[in-house]
């Protein structure tokens, strides 16, 4: 026994190192009009996330770390993609940066499955089309789209080149694309419309059916891991209608007791991080029941740093200073501000829904034009679209003040107020103390009578009109 103990060790380690090597893949490629000196590749919760270079020529050599099968992204510049990415097999893609979608090709291991996934992307943009003339239909014709779609996608499905068991995946996939599509159409329609359309009761009732508890779809399906958002919202609702005594904390607790998977688990308990914010007055205790519902020290210091947050962000404390670039020249502390209401707004140029509120903002600027409060919006664009920023400020003319703030969602400002989602909006008083982390959005309803409230508040200077 004691003499086999050597040959014993010996496979243990070439296992070991077998296993370190299996770990991790080579993921090449080249990247033609590219701009851009960095390719970033990452995960799905962005667990693992990494830069590596591209070189003059476009090449680039990424050694990523793939402890599972699953779609992975990687990002050049703004626009991002999915890849497949298989432990041990190694990817090589070639992509011209200026028709970035159409003209991935993959190569190496993985090509098949990556291929298939470009031509399965292209299909169903080819069939959405314009969203607007997809979406805002009768529900009637819409599921009839959509049933279209999937059909035409399964059909692709089959005569593809894909493995029986990838098939088998890519069809449970499709799926979830079909659900997600059917989950999304209230979304659309009422953006597009600006009223809801009529669904029957029952509607989302294939959303709250759906089986959380799959590992294999949380790494593979997009569309999955939004329905285990849109799963805890609408069986919250319904279960919390049916059970007015229920709260959102039990119904997460009951929920995920029987779960399995530890990242559907860790979606739900991330959905309660919405309760760490100004104007909870439960939130010490709040905290002390979500905390365990984390399994990940990850998951728990972001808790933890939205609890944290949320108690240096109560009404009438101090704000934390600023001091940024201003467009119109100079730098502008909040200090510079203090004598006014401050409303401020939070956005970049990349920013959709920011876009989309600036121009209920550049009309609440115009309407308090001459009143004792001060609008100020700050860009956190990265430093190489500062110029897009320069750009886009006198081109949206929203007016206000117009603040660039270069070290982004890392400066002390954006911290203290833990900004990660924009657009962001909060107020200050004359004095620069907190009013509200989170106020409401320029487009919404309650925007005025918020700062009406306050600007006629106690507390607020008055200033003669001589």
């Not at 970035?100 to 399965?120: I, P």
Request: contains cysteine.
């Amino acid at each position: 026994m004691i003499a086999q103990l050597p040959t014993i060790l010996f496979f243990f380690l070439l296992s070991a190192c077998s296993t370190l090597k299996d770990s991790h893949i080579i993921f090449s490629g080249n990247v033609k009009n590219s701009v851009d000196e960095v390719i970033t590749v990452s995960n799905y919760n962005s667990t693992m996330r990494e830069d590596f270079p591209i070189d003059s020529a476009g090449n680039f050599k990424a050694n990523v770390k793939v402890n599972k099968d699953g779609y992975y992204f990687f990002k050049i510049g703004r626009p991002y993609s999915t890849v497949r990415f298989k432990k041990g097999k190694n990817v090589h893609v070639d992509i011209d940066a200026d028709n970035f979608f159409k003209s991935r090709q993959y190569s190496g291991e993985v090509s098949v499955e990556n291929n298939f996934s470009v031509k399965k992307s292209a299909l169903r943009s080819e069939f959405v089309g314009d969203p607007k003339d997809y979406f805002v239909v009768p529900l009637p014709e819409f599921l009839s789209k959509i049933k279209v779609t999937r059909d035409a996608v399964l059909e692709l499905i089959e005569k593809s080149s894909l493995s029986q068991e990838d098939k088998k995946l890519e069809k449970r996939i499709a799926e979830y694309d079909y659900l997600q599509t059917y989950n999304n159409y209230q979304k659309f329609y009422s953006y597009h419309k600006k009223t809801n359309a009529e669904l029957p009761d029952d509607y989302y009732q294939p959303i709250i059916d759906i089986n959380i508890d799959d590992d294999e779809m949380f790494r593979h399906s997009g569309a999955y891991r939004n329905l285990i958002v849109a799963n805890y919202r609408h069986a919250s609702k319904k279960a919390m209608s049916e059970d007015s005594s229920l709260t959102i904390i039990e119904f997460v607790k009951n929920k995920i007791s029987n779960v399995k998977s530890l990242d559907t688990r860790e979606q739900f308990a991330s959905m309660l991080m919405r309760k760490m914010k100004q104007g909870n007055d439960n939130i010490d205790d709040d905290y002390r029941q979500i905390m365990p519902l984390f399994t990940s020290d990850r998951m728990k210091r972001k808790l933890e740093a939205k609890y944290k947050s949320a108690l240096e962000t109560v009404s009438g404390k101090e704000s934390v200073d600023f001091n940024y670039e201003n467009f119109s020249g100079g730098q502008t502390s909040l200090k510079d501000l203090s004598g006014k209401l401050i409303y401020i707004d939070v956005w970049a140029t990349w920013c959709g829904p920011c876009l989309k509120e600036m121009p209920s903002l550049k009309k609440l600027i115009k309407d308090y034009k001459g009143k004792n409060v001060e609008f100020v919006s700050i860009s956190i664009d990265h430093k190489k679209d500062y110029e897009k920023w320069r750009k886009m400020v006198p081109e949206k003319n929203v007016g206000g003040v117009q603040l660039y703030d270069a070290e982004g969602l890392s400066s002390t400002f954006m911290k203290a107020f833990n900004v990660g989602l924009i657009p962001r909006f909060m107020m200050l008083d004359y004095k620069g103390k907190i009013i509200t982390a989170h106020a409401p959005r320029p487009s919404s309803d309650e925007v005025r009578g918020f700062i009406d409230k306050h600007l006629n508040g106690p507390g607020v200077m008055k200033f003669s009109s001589k």
